[in-house]
């Protein structure tokens, strides 16, 4: 990667205002705005997720979407019935409709298109990034956008292997920016609760803690044809081979192969992402470590690994059926299976629990949930909507709810149990402190991934 210095926000020109009395950011010539300033925020990736949480952007009165970066024009297949539109021009339409029908202007063209995320984070006038490419991106971009002073939302899981993710947030912090990691648990009641409920003591002392993360590969509502595993002689028109090339990018070149490179199931290869133990392990993982106050630490080890791991040449390589336990230094113990509910289940004494997952806190007994902290305990953050504290956290200074350190521990969690799986160990022993595995040198070989030049990061450790 050619080595971008960080700048700080210049003077923005041409911007396009919401309303006479906005500004935008990058025009106050520093990096935290005033409360009468607009926010510049650009878009990398437009699929799944972003079609999502687009609109708490839209919809915010301090912002203001300006672009787009999509290496794919329009295509299909996003979401997870596979009925939506995704890529570069989706987005700029909706964007451009959306501030239309607000500004009552029918002609506003004001969100620009680019298929090269370095093209669009050159602009002096773009403050912010919503950073949800594939996983495999996530840490390359959220550096390259730190280096320019961009503040940045970035989707989980926040990288795909354990030095990536450190490079990140020590990016992050050098350049100062804001970060926010897109593990909006974080930002629900129920998993405030059950984590002020723990570390507050009200299941006396913690027995265990049972982690569900659901298994298999999952189809998206897909036609056969798009599930094959020939690869086609050209990749898709709305790619063509110069996008799909940047759509691979640090990953190793190789031809498009439906099942593995339309929406999503690239999740399922460990080119990619890191399975359902990154994707659902980046949310459950960082509500344990929450609820055991270990934002800046994590476990000492990750035992009795179990799985179907299948053969690393497989077109879907991650496990579809695991189980393992995470091991804190104090003894807590995270028993973690795909046979489990989706969800946490924190175990006490005397018969006291609780489980959360979206949309439902059960307690044993049930009178738990009524009762009431005192203003001496524990009171964790109450976020409310996740992008909003993002937005907030830039004009503030304050950290958000999931910072980039937040979301590094916890996600390497999941990499840890997927290097233990890859090397088919029933146990490894790991140092938070240092960040590296306990004399194991084949382990530590994968704290690191090869990067396909001309992508590289000066600042991974090898």
Known sequence: MTKVSRRNFLAGAGALAVAPAIIPVSALGKARPAPSARLNVGFIGYGTMAYDNIGNFLNNEHVQVVSVADCNKESGFYGYKSERLGGREPCRRRVNEFYAKKLNKSDYSGCNAYADFREMLDKDDLDAVVISTPDHWHVIQGIWAARKGKHIYGQKPMSVCIAEGR??????????????????????NYFRMACEFVRNGRLGKLQKIEVGLPGGYCRFSRAEEQWSQTPLAQPPESFGAAGFDMWLGPARKRPFIPALHYPMTWRNNLDYSGGMITDWGAHHFDIVQWALGKDDSGPVAVENLKSDMPAPDQIFNTAANYSFEVVYAEGTRVFVSNSFPNGIRFVGENGKEIFVTRGKLVTKPEELVREKLADNEVHLIKSGQHEKNFIDSVYSGEPTITTCEIGHRSITIS??????????????????????????????????????????LETVRS
């Open 415 to 456: 990499h840890l149990a997927n290097i233990g799986l890859r090397l088919g160990r029933a146990k490894v022993q790991w140092n938070p402190k240092a960040e590296r595995f306990v004399n194991d040198p084949d382990a530590d070989k994968l704290i690191a991934r090869g990067l396909r030049s001309p992508w590289a």
């Open 167 to 188: 490079a990140l947030a020590d990016e992050v912090k050098k350049a100062g920016v804001t970060f926010q990691v897109g593990s909006q648990q974080r930002s629900d």
